[in-house]
C-alpha cells in the first residue's frame, strides 16, 4: 500500500506487510523496520462528514486509493472496493464506504492510481459553508455564471462551483428538464436542489467540473 506523504505517528498505524491495521498500540521496533506508515488524520466514526477544499472527513490530497488505508480512516464502515460503468468506456475501479445501511461516499480513481474524486450524495454531509444534501439553489448563494450544464453522468443536472472552494462541485438536480444547456435562473431558483457534492484534489480539480 502507498501513501504520497508519510505523517508522524496518531493511532492508526497502517501495516504494509503484516495484514490488518492495527488501531491499539503504537508500532513495536520490528514493525518501524518493516515500512510501518501512519496517518496524521482522525478517522471518520459518525456524526456529519464535511466535504471542503481540503477532502471529505478524513480524507485529502496525501490519501492513497487504497483499501486498507480507507478501511482505518472509516473504521465503523462497509468498506468495498467495486467497478462503475458509465457511458461506454471500461467500467472504472471504486470503493464504495457505507456506515448504518447508507452510503457515504464513493471514491474514484484516477489514470495514475491516486484519488480522483470523491462523491457525496446520501447522508449528513455538509458542504463547505454548512450545505447540506437536498438544499435549494435558490437558498445557497450561487450565481448562473458559477454554474454549467452537466455532462456524461450527469446529463441535464447542473454543475456549481464557488471560487473560494475550486475543489468542490455541487452536482444540482432539476426534475423535469431535459434539454441541452443550463436551465433558466428562474427553473433552477424553483426547481434546483442539491444531489451530490464532489472533491476532487487540486492537480484534478476544473473550475465548474463534476
Partial sequence: MTLRHSYLALPFVLLA?????????????????QGATTLAV?????????????????????????LATLKVLFPQAKVEQAFLQSGEGPAQPIINV?????????????????????????????????????????DLGFAVDQCRAGEGREINMTICVRPDAPQVSYVFGV????????????????????????WRPAEGAVVGAA
Avoid: M
Fill in 17 to 33: 506487510a503484516c495484514g490488518p491495521a492495527k488501531t491499539d498500540r503504537a508500532p513495536t521496533t520490528e514493525e518501524a523496520g
Fill in 42 to 66: 482522525a478517522p471518520y466514526t459518525g456524526g456529519p462528514l464535511q466535504v471542503s477544499n481540503d477532502g471529505v472527513g478524513p480524507i485529502n490530497s496525501a490519501v492513497a486509493f487504497d
Fill in 98 to 138: 457505507e456506515q448504518d445501511n447508507t452510503p457515504l461516499a464513493e471514491i474514484g480513481k484516477s489514470d495514475e492510481g491516486d484519488i480522483a474524486h470523491v462523491r457525496v450524495e446520501a447522508g449528513d454531509a455538509r458542504g463547505p459553508k454548512g450545505e447540506q444534501l437536498l438544499a435549494k439553489w435558490a
Fill in 175 to 198: 426534475p423535469g428538464w431535459k434539454k441541452p444547456g443550463l436551465p433558466p435562473e428562474a427553473t433552477l431558483k424553483a426547481k434546483g436542489q442539491l444531489n451530490a457534492l464532489i
